[in-house]
């Protein structure tokens, strides 16, 4: 679905009445602290969340790493001043634990760490080890897990051979930190997955459709709302990429991975409806 609607005075009246707001995390509201382990604020970031949530419009921020769990998020972000509840912080093992359990799946193998984990745990999903011997499991889903061994691939691999279903945090291979490029752990799993098995796990973080309904539905608001809601962030290949298939309004910001004139020079499927130099920019168009 496109919206054919994509003049600059459009969106920004569309950004004046919208529904609900998708914010990404890092390169996006904040960045990531060298010294204290936290976050600093981008400018501007901490008062246009105070303000579109003074105005009863829901704010979710939903990060596509799963090294903790939403709630350590949650506190960095209030570590850095933000005004940001535990439930309103998201990450794919939300939107992956909201899937398993719309599937009635509650036997899944995790390869990720406690923080991976803990979406999953909440739901009351049961959760099998990396390598721990289980039959009967359901689902096998590949997080932040940097101390893969071939033992675990190997239980993954004959898990979903067996009848399990793979599915994927994400699958970027590079994410941005303050000491430059890291490699994400799920898209080299990820890899080996479709080397023995031919195809991808399924992605439930960002871009999928999956993760975007399920911030939605956490909204309170519905499907048909998606034209109403706001996704802005640093990746095109993350937040913009799964604004525009669902017709919800993206947004690009040129604090983190691309520069303005690379925002704007983007393929269709990537490019935000408004690209702007940060977050800031928006304080002027909500409320
Ligand atoms: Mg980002």
């Not at 400018?43 to 246009?48: M, R």
């Not at 997955?193 to 975007?212: E, H, M, N, Q, T």
Request: proline share 5%; hydrophobic share 45%; with cysteine.
């Amino acid at each position: 679905m496109r919206n054919p609607r994509t003049s600059g005075d459009d969106t920004r009246a569309r950004i004046a009445s919208a529904r609900g707001f998708i914010f990404d995390m890092d390169g996006t509201i904040a960045l990531g602290d060298r010294t204290s382990g936290g976050h600093e604020a981008l400018p501007g970031a901490i008062e246009l969340i105070a303000r579109i949530k003074r105005d009863n419009i829901p704010v979710r921020i939903f990060t596509n790493g799963t090294a903790k769990p939403p709630a350590a998020y949650a506190a960095s972000l209030r570590g850095a001043g933000f005004d940001v509840e535990d439930e309103e912080m998201m990450t794919p093992s939300s939107s992956t634990a909201a899937w398993l359990v719309a599937r009635g799946i509650n036997r899944v193998r995790v390869l990720g760490t406690a923080g991976t984990s803990a979406p999953l745990l909440a739901k009351g999903i049961e959760v099998i080890g990396p390598s721990e011997q289980a039959d009967g499991v359901q689902a096998v889903y590949l997080g932040w897990h940097r101390e893969f061994t071939f033992r675990d691939l190997e239980a993954a691999v004959q898990d979903v051979l067996a009848g399990a279903v793979a599915v994927t945090a994400s699958n970027v291979p590079f994410f941005a930190t303050a000491d430059g490029r890291a490699m994400g752990t799920s898209y080299a799993m990820n890899a080996v997955v479709r080397a023995y098995l031919g195809r991808l796990p399924r992605i439930l973080g960002k871009p999928s459709r999956d993760a975007f309904f399920c911030a939605l539905a956490s909204m309170g608001l519905k499907r048909r709302d998606a034209s109403d809601v706001v996704v802005v962030g640093d990746d095109p290949a993350l937040e913009m990429r799964m604004a525009n298939a669902v017709g919800a309004i993206s947004v690009g910001v040129a604090t983190g991975l691309s520069g303005l004139a690379a925002l704007k020079g983007l393929p269709e499927r990537d490019r935000p409806m408004l690209a702007l130099s940060g977050v800031g920019e928006l304080l002027e168009m909500v409320g």
